[in-house]
């Protein structure tokens, strides 16, 4: 059977749980070393948004377990600028490739081209919809930066249109977190989630001030407001820059509290509060790499 990676709510906490402890394995040779586990090997990788971490990270990950990438490069370059459709890309990518990455802003685009690649999908990104990978290593940076069982933790800003945020909140309610739903009004976790996390047993707060709950939480994790997923664009200016943490807005946390962001950041996190202790959302986009080197063997070996 193909192995696809299209939904975190596909995998069960065992197989999250064994991704993990495979990153932690590969982890060293993320760190300038080298292998041969997928030498032979090619992943394609196919993003038709824009992208720095998920795609080079990807890249990274191929390169230290041996393995090659082809990228299509920019869409305007590529057939698609010809009209060409997802299904009849796949269709071909899927004989030049052993697997492939796709980024996509059409939600369900991931799920619509498994069933059309003779190898695996992984979706690096599906509109408003998810983002497995990133929710497996922000997933990885939890556990290993702070603790996962039990984890209490604000997810904030934009959990209307976030895809990580959509991802990792159904994870973390396989590992009984407290979810503090830190949002304004009109950008709130859509209700199919909540009712999701709700079912599980899952106890969520939803809040508009983040100074409700930001002394109790072990991770506050702060996403972009996504401005290209919004209607309207005079929607988004009312809602823009609604959350900016400082220094002073980080006073009374508690001593161990880790900030993460899946990035970019567009104005939520002070450059000043980079060189707080509690900042790991650069440490974040590096376990990109050894968790993807996780999960391509998962998929290929
Ligand atoms: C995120 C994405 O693409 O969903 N970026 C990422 O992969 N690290 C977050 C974002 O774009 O805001």
């Known amino acids: 059977m193909i192995r696809h990676v299209i939904n975190i709510t596909d995998l069960s906490r065992d197989e999250i749980d064994r991704i993990l402890d495979r990153a932690a394995e590969l982890e060293p040779i993320a760190h300038r070393g080298s292998s041969n586990i997928l030498s032979g090997r090619i992943l394609a990788t196919l993003f038709y948004e824009p992208s720095t971490r998920t795609r080079l990270s990807f890249d990274a990950a191929m390169k230290r377990l041996g393995g090659d990438v082809i990228d299509f490069g920019p869409i305007e370059s590529s057939s698609i600028a010809k009209g060409e459709n997802l299904a009849d890309t796949i269709s071909v990518i899927s004989g030049y490739a052993d697997a492939i990455v796709l980024r996509h802003p059409k939600e369900g685009a991931a799920r619509m081209a498994s069933e059309f690649s003779s190898v695996p999908v992984i979706n690096a990104g599906d509109g408003a919809g998810q983002h497995p990978t990133q929710t497996l290593l922000d997933l990885y940076t939890i556990r290993k930066e702070s603790h996962l069982s039990n ?151």
């Open 151 to 301: 984890v209490k933790i604000a997810l904030v800003g934009d959990l209307r249109y976030g895809r990580t945020v959509h991802s990792l909140a159904h994870a973390l309610s396989l590992y009984n977190a407290r979810i503090y739903l830190v949002s304004p009004d009109q950008l709130q976790m859509p209700d199919s989630i909540k009712g999701d996390l709700i079912n599980s047993g899952t106890r969520i707060t939803e809040t508009t001030d983040i100074d409700d709950i930001i002394d109790v939480v072990d991770v506050l994790y702060l996403t972009r407001i996504q401005k290209e997923r919004f209607p309207d664009p005079g929607e988004y200016q009312m809602v823009a820059g609604s959350y900016r943490i400082t220094n002073e807005t980080l006073r009374n946390v508690k001593d161990d509290l880790i900030i993460m962001h899946p990035l970019p950041r567009a104005g939520e996190i002070d450059c000043e509060v980079d060189a707080s202790k509690h900042a790991i959302y650069f440490k974040q986009s590096f376990y990109g790499v050894p968790v993807r080197m996780a999960i391509l063997s998962m998929v290929m070996e």
